[in-house]
């Protein structure tokens, strides 16, 4: 499977149809992959991109840190199927040099990233099937 590292570029409110819209972007390419996420997951998102640091962990904090306690790191998040329009993702987590896969909504998964510092890859053929050119 080819994968395309991507990076979030933009959070989009439409508020005509009153949905919330992330954008990644090709890091190398011009292609544009915009996905419908649910409120709590945009204001996580928000909220890390904002410095805001809640006096208690939030889920996505809390399960980053019973990860990093468990030994284990999230190396990476794989958006990698589309099917009947809802996107699948998948979130690696590393410890001790072997690689734990967990299935994971997309929305999730940006926002576990973004917390980590990890990488967000998306398979190449959902850029194709889902892709905006730029």
Not at 17 to 29: A, C, F, H, P, Y
Not at 59 to 72: F, K, M, Q, S, Y
Not at 92 to 110: K, W
């Amino acid at each position: 499977m080819e994968l395309k590292e991507m990076a979030l570029v933009r959070i989009k409110i439409d508020e005509n149809r009153n949905e919330q819209v992330i954008i990644l972007r090709e890091k190398e390419g011009s292609r544009y992959l915009p996905m419908v996420i649910g409120m709590a997951e945009v204001n996580a998102i928000k909220l890390k991109l904002s410095g805001i640091k809640p006096p208690r962990p939030l889920t996505h904090d809390l399960l980053l840190e019973t990860a990093n306690r468990l030994g284990g790191t999230l190396s990476k998040v794989l958006i990698d199927k589309l099917e009947n329009n809802t996107f699948y993702a998948k979130i690696v987590f590393a410890r001790n040099g072997d690689e734990v896969s967990v299935d994971a909504r997309p929305s999730d998964s940006v926002a576990l990233a973004l917390r980590a510092g990890s990488p967000i890859y998306c398979a190449e053929e959902v850029l194709n099937l889902a892709g905006i050119e730029e």
